[in-house]
């Protein structure tokens, strides 16, 4: 089976506090994502990367950064914490497929800046 | 613009009432079309890919389709275990993944 391993299920950070969330993939594949969830506002991604030290900006990169230094890991960072950033952060890895790339998610990290 | 809708945005049933949910999507080019299910709290989990109109694919009480338009989620005989908001993706050439918003499933004993 798949395994996609958040490091963190639930962090209260201070507003302009550095956050780190980490992701570790079992599966050897080239594609990881960060995606946060909101109520009302669905899954919106915010990083993704096809290979290591390679990444793209998605639909709401502001105010996060990444870092892939290994295949398997793939970082989200904030550099200063906001409250807007109170969110449900969702991590995910697929192979390079010449067909339909199958996403698949990590349990989640649920994060509260206070 | 591509899009995916699902509908309905919630779904209350009795205990063995089989409904479908919808998945209709409008993309330049279909690569893949997932299902997923999410329990409250928790990552979605992954249910089926289909690839190609006319493709179903199963996996216990759930059955699902796929046309050129849409996408359904059929549920026979569902039961209480069985509740959970079900997501829906598509991805389009030029590999875009873009999610609906899910159907809120919730079944009654």
């Known amino acids: 089976d798949v395994k996609v391993t958040q490091s963190s299920r639930y962090l209260v950070k201070r507003t302009g506090e550095k956050v780190f969330l980490e992701c570790v993939q079992d599966?050897?594949?080239?594609?990881m994502f960060w995606y946060r969830q909101d109520p009302g506002l669905g899954l919106r991604l915010i990083y993704f990367s096809y290979d290591v030290k390679m990444k793209e900006k998605g639909d709401i990169p502001e105010g996060y950064s990444v870092s892939r230094e290994k295949k398997e890991r793939f970082s989200l960072i904030l550099e200063s914490a906001s409250t807007n950033q109170t969110s449900m952060y969702l991590c995910a890895s697929s192979p390079l497929a010449p067909s339909g790339n199958t996403i698949y998610f990590g349990e989640g990290s649920w994060l509260t800046v206070v | 613009e591509d899009q995916v809708t699902q509908s309905p945005e919630a779904l209350r049933l009795q205990e063995g009432e089989s409904s479908s949910l919808n998945c209709s999507y409008t993309?330049?080019?279909?690569?893949?079309l997932f299902w997923y299910r999410q329990d409250p709290g928790k990552g979605p989990e992954f249910l089926f890919t289909l690839y190609s109109a006319g493709e179903e694919k199963e996996k216990e009480r759930l059955k699902a389709t796929l046309t050129k338009k849409e996408s359904f989620l059929h549920i026979t005989a569902p039961k209480p275990e069985d509740s959970a908001t079900y997501l829906c993706a598509v991805q389009a050439f030029g590999d875009k993944i873009i999610f609906g918003k899910g159907t809120r499933l919730h079944i009654l004993p």
């Open positions: 993309v330049s080019g279909l690569r893949g």
């Open positions: 599966m050897d594949h080239e594609n």
